[in-house]
Nanobody, 125 residues
Framework: QVRLAESGGGSVQAGGSLRLSCAPS????????MGWFRQAHGNEREGVAA????????FYADSVKGRFTISRDRAKVTITLQMNDLKPEDTDMYYC??????????????????WGQGTQVTVSS
């Protein structure tokens, strides 16, 4: 019902920057929150950043706060993740996700219902 298309991944050296984007389409439900997750080594994907559709409040994982910025293009209904000062530990698959309820805890992957295919980010030292 909702398709999320990510782009912008790539390979950079430590200290470099990348900008990811996510374009949603094809929904019949309201999207309350959109975010970025990465495929951590644990059992569940790790929340990186999220933004509320209404109001634009943003959330960040402690590991990326101050380096990453999530934003929304109101006209195109897309979100971007500006990633600065990248570190090797940021290397991962990054997934765009959408939740239909503002009651969802932004950092819990299980509360997001729609997912993109992922885009690879590789940071070398």
């Amino acid at each position: 019902q909702v398709r999320l298309a990510e782009s912008g991944g790539g390979s950079v050296q430590a200290g470099g920057s990348l900008r990811l984007s996510c374009a949603p389409s094809g929904t019949k439900y309201n999207i309350a929150c959109m975010g970025w997750f990465r495929q951590a080594h644990g059992n569940e994907r790790e929340g990186v950043a999220a933004i509320l559709t209404v109001g634009g409040m943003t959330f960040y994982a402690d590991s990326v706060k101050g380096r990453f910025t999530i934003s929304r293009d109101r006209a195109k209904v897309t979100i971007t993740l500006q990633m600065n000062d990248l570190k090797p530990e940021d290397t991962d698959m990054y997934y765009c996700a959408a939740a239909t309820s503002v009651g969802a805890i932004w950092s819990r992957a299980s509360q997001y219902h729609y997912w993109g295919q992922g885009t690879q980010v590789t940071v070398s030292s």
